[in-house]
């Protein structure tokens, strides 16, 4: 990848490869900017951050298919450290779909409508963090290891991905089977020489609607049904 120069700022920029495609950055002087990119586990793209103190702004083209974690809990589970995904971008993945230019507004539209329907149909569920995990570095990674917390509703979030897979296929809206799905919350990228931070455990939030995103457009698609409590594994 070709190199060029941030101007004023002294160091190197090589844009950032996604699969392919290149992502923008938007650099914020005074501060340094490092060869950032983008990694899939469990099909799902996102920003690496904090190997050096950075002031970007990452637009992401994506589409996924989610949960948002509640400001209040992201705000607990912020690690506050190098490598600290944002408490605003805190998420649970269900489903990578793409990238949302690939979409048309009517085969946007053909999509909210299947996910808005089958969430009609699904009880809000309570999420508790239990365990944390440290993910294997990767090239995928930017050779960081992804800090993982792994909740309660295992069960409910594979169901999910694996009824909207099948619902959104005939649309071409499948998700990636690269990778067996695992969800869970990414709430930071650790050097390989960065102590493990001590998990932050116990909280617990309520599902009430599951996030539609394209390109971080989002749209919350409420849950129907009665309040469920998942305990499953």
């Known amino acids: 990848v070709d190199t060029a120069p941030v101007a004023g700022m002294g160091v190197s920029f090589a844009p950032p490869k996604e699969q392919g495609r290149f992502i923008e950055i938007v650099p914020k002087a ?22 050096l103190p ?39 993945t269900i489903g990578y779909l793409g990238e949302a230019a690939a979409f048309t507004s009517t085969e946007r539209q053909r999509v909210e409508a299947v996910v808005r329907e089958y969430a009609s149909h699904q ?34 979030l594979s169901r999910y991905n694996s009824d909207l897979h099948e619902l959104l296929s005939p649309l071409g809206a499948g998700f990636s089977q690269d990778f067996a799905y695992k969800p869970h919350i990414t709430v930071g990228y650790l050097a390989p020489n960065q102590p493990t931070p001590s998990p932050r455990l116990g909280r617990e939030f ?18 129907g049904g009665a309040h469920s409590s998942i305990t499953a594994q």
């Not at 705000?75 to 605003?88: C, F, I, R």
């Not at 457009?217 to 409420?222: F, G, S, V, Y």
Request: aromatic share 8%; charged share 20%.
């Open 54 to 92: 950075v002031a970007e702004q990452v637009q992401f083209t994506g589409a996924i298919i989610g949960v948002k974690v509640p400001k209040h809990i992201a705000q607990e589970l912020y690690l506050g450290a190098e490598g600290s995904v944002s408490p605003e971008d805190m998420h649970i």
């Open 123 to 156: 009880r809000p569920f309570d999420v508790v963090v239990e365990k944390a995990e440290r993910f294997e570095a990767s090239k995928n990674s930017n050779g960081n290891n992804p800090y993982v917390l792994l909740t309660s509703a295992k069960g409910v």
């Open 206 to 223: 309520e599902v009430e609607d599951i996030l539609l995103s394209w390109a971080g457009e989002e749209t919350a698609i409420p849950l």
């Open 30 to 51: 005074p501060s340094i900017v490092y060869n950032g990119s983008r990694q899939y586990d469990g099909g799902e793209p996102k920003a690496l951050m904090g190997l």
